[in-house]
């Protein structure tokens, strides 16, 4: 079975503060997407990430794939009030099949 | 990317009776899905929505107990039968891959349904 496990699960910050949230597992993926949910809504996709090593960047977030597509991290700059919520990594297989897979997710609150 | 609605948006039921949740997407989809999250948890994949066909479930979810329909490919139903308090939860549906368009893993979700069961 493969897991992707989250780090931290909780995590509150102060207002302009930098965090990293790491995504880890021992499989190998394909792809690997990072998402956020605010309460009561569905999550909102940020971003895809594709090839091994590959960064990218949205505003104050920086997205890194491992270079063995074993894992990635999401570093949120001066953090805001308004990043707050539960981000979800969640990866495809490199196998013929077409589920994703869901971390724990990270709960974060941003204290004004 | 796809815009996709759920019909309800959140309910509260009693306990041994059901609900159907709808789930409409604004553009044919390759791929649906149904997913549970429950209070404070992450999501688990209940079944695929297969167009035609029965749905494909995960370990631990019955069609007895959520049966699906997939008519075509922008539309799909989720019934959650004989309800209990413990499937309280919120109740996803998701979609991946443009139909005629290029393979991707990206997922998109809608909104959710949340669903209180007394």
């Known amino acids: 079975t493969q897991l992707l496990e989250q780090s931290p699960q909780f995590l509150s910050i102060q207002e302009g503060e930098n965090l990293t949230v790491y995504c880890n597992s021992s499989?190998?993926?394909?792809?690997l997407q990072w998402y956020r949910q605010e309460p009561g809504e569905g999550p909102v996709l940020l971003v895809t990430v594709v090839t091994g090593g590959e960064v990218k960047k949205l505003k104050r977030l920086t997205f890194q794939f491992g270079d063995a597509r074993k894992d990635s991290s999401l570093h949120i700059t001066a953090a805001q009030p308004g990043d707050t919520g539960l981000y979800l990594c969640?990866?495809?297989?490199?196998?013929?099949?077409?589920?994703?897979?869901f971390g724990k997710g990270t709960r974060l609150h941003i204290l004004p | 990317s796809a815009v996709i609605s759920q019909k309800p948006s959140r309910d509260i039921c009693q306990r041994g009776t059901s609900l159907t949740i709808q789930c409409q997407v604004d553009s044919q989809v390759t791929m649906m899905f149904w997913y549970r999250q429950q209070p404070g948890q992450s999501l688990t994949l209940i079944a695929t929505?297969?167009?035609?066909?029965?749905?494909?479930?995960e370990s631990g979810f019955v069609i007895d107990k959520f049966p699906i329909s997939r008519p075509n490919l922008t539309f799909s139903t989720l019934t959650v039968s004989n309800m209990s308090p413990e499937d309280s939860s919120i109740y996803l549906c998701?979609?991946?891959?443009?139909?005629?368009?290029?393979?991707?893993?990206?997922?998109?979700f809608g909104p959710g349904t949340r669903l209180t069961v007394l």
């Open positions: 969640a990866g495809s297989a490199m196998n013929r099949d077409d589920k994703i897979i």
């Open positions: 499989s190998v993926f394909s792809s």
């Open positions: 998701s979609v991946k891959g443009l139909a005629g368009g290029i393979r991707t893993d990206t997922q998109y």
């Open positions: 929505a297969n167009q035609g066909s029965e749905a494909t479930y």
